[in-house]
C-alpha cells in the first residue's frame, strides 16, 4: 500500500507542471486606495488569453474597461498608467483598423455595485514582448472608466474618468 502511494505521489508531481496554467492578477483599487476586487488572467494552451474580472462597490451602469500601456496605479486620477495597449490601431471595434489590443467590450454594473464577468481575447499575452504583451518591461493596468465606451472615438471611447485601476502582476 505504501508503495502504491509513493507511485502515486510522484506520479502527481511529475504531472502538475503540465496542469498549471500561466496566471496574473491585477488588484483593482479605488482613487482612494480601497479595494475593490480583481482581475485574473489566465494563458489557454489554445493562446487565448482567459480574463476574469470580480469586482464590488461600484455604481451602477456602463462603464469602459481597458487594458493600459504602463503598471501604474497612482490616484486619484491613475492618470500614470499612460493610454491604452494600442498596438498602432486606432481604437475601437467600431473604427476602420481597430481595435486597440487592450480595447474590451463594456461592462455592466448591477445594481448592487456587482460586477462579475469572462472575457476571451487573442489579442493580449503574458508574454513580455510584442504589440499585446501584458508583461513587457514597463508592465501593464486595468482600468476600469466611469462612463461607457462608445467604440469608436480616439484614443478612448468618450469613456469618462478613469475609476478603478490595478497593475497586473504574475505570481512569484
Known sequence: MRRTIITA???LSLMLPALAQETATAAMKAPDGSDL?????TATKSGILLVFVEMTGLKPGAHGFHIHAVG??????????GGHIAGGKPHGVMAEGGPH???????HVGQDGLLKV???????????????ALMD??????????G????????SGHSG???????????G
Open 148 to 155: 461607457p465606451d462608445d467604440y469608436v472615438t480616439d484614443p
Open 72 to 81: 501604474k496605479c497612482e490616484g486619484p486620477e491613475f492618470e500614470s498608467a
Open 101 to 107: 489590443p487592450g480595447d474590451f467590450p463594456n461592462v
Open 118 to 132: 469572462e472575457f476571451f481575447t487573442d489579442r493580449l499575452t503574458l508574454d513580455e514582448s510584442g504589440d499585446g
Open 161 to 171: 474618468g478613469r475609476i478603478a485601476c490595478g497593475i497586473i502582476q504574475q505570481p
Open 37 to 41: 476586487g480583481t482581475v485574473t488572467f
Open 137 to 146: 518591461a514597463d508592465g501593464s493596468a486595468v482600468m476600469l472608466h466611469d
Open 9 to 11: 505521489a510522484a506520479l
